[in-house]
Each structure stands twice: as C-alpha cells, then as structure tokens.
Nanobody, 119 residues
Framework: QLQACGGGLVQTGGSLRLSCVAS????????MGWYRQAPGKQRGLVAL???????NYADSVKGRFTISRDHAKSTVYLQMNSLKPEDTGVYYC???????????????WGQGTQVTVSS
C-alpha cells in the first residue's frame, strides 16, 4: 500500500514537501508519481519518476516542483516551491509496475493528501 503525507495550508509563494512510502513485499517499482485533483476537475499528472532516473513534469509546475525517489525505501518525494493558488487540490501518489521478488503486483494509489494554497 501507499501512504502519503506532507500536505497542508500554505500561503502563495510558500513551500511544501510531500512524501509517499510504499510498503509490503516490494522488490521494484517502475514508476512513482504524483497526481493532483482540483475541485471540480479530473485528476491529472503533476510529476513522475522512472526507475531509470527519468522525470516528467506537468508544464504548470516545471521549474517549481521537484520529484525525487529513494529506491531503497520505496519512497517518492515532491518538493513544491513557489506555490500558487492554482496548485490547490488533493495530491495522490501512484506506484506503477510494482513487483515482488517472484511476481507482478500491479499499480497502486495512495489515499491522497490535501494541499491548499491561499492567496
């Protein structure tokens, strides 16, 4: 399962750091990422990180957010700087291509953590 934390209320221009830990009999995770769902909108990609070290960001967060992974701890982080009111939403972590030592486990979603940026 995935456990996310680090959300909260912050003023415009502030920073937050989200963390998401995958637990269980995990041998590897192909992709870990963060998605955001704003009120009344669909869930969309914020950032992702592959096991090979590649990253991808939504255009709206490039230059402000940084995704990183600790592969040994099956953890993904999202450092969010220069936050804007439009960054407000529920942030979900995702682990795709999860494998145990002997089988493919699939994809998982965390429970979501609320980020609110006040103007």
């Amino acid at each position: 399962q995935l456990q996310a934390c680090g959300g909260g209320l912050v003023q415009t221009g502030g920073s937050l750091r989200l963390s998401c830990v995958a637990s269980g009999s995990i041998f590897s995770i192909s992709i870990m990422g963060w998605y955001r769902q704003a009120p009344g909108k669909q869930r969309g990609l914020v950032a992702l990180s592959t096991s090979g070290g590649s990253t991808n960001y939504a255009d709206s967060v490039k230059g402000r957010f940084t995704i990183s992974r600790d592969h040994a701890k099956s953890t993904v982080y999202l450092q969010m700087n220069s936050l804007k009111p439009e960054d407000t939403g529920v942030y979900y972590c995702n682990a795709a291509g999860v494998r145990s030592i002997d089988r493919y486990l699939g994809d998982y979603w965390g429970q979501g953590t609320q980020v609110t940026v006040s103007s």
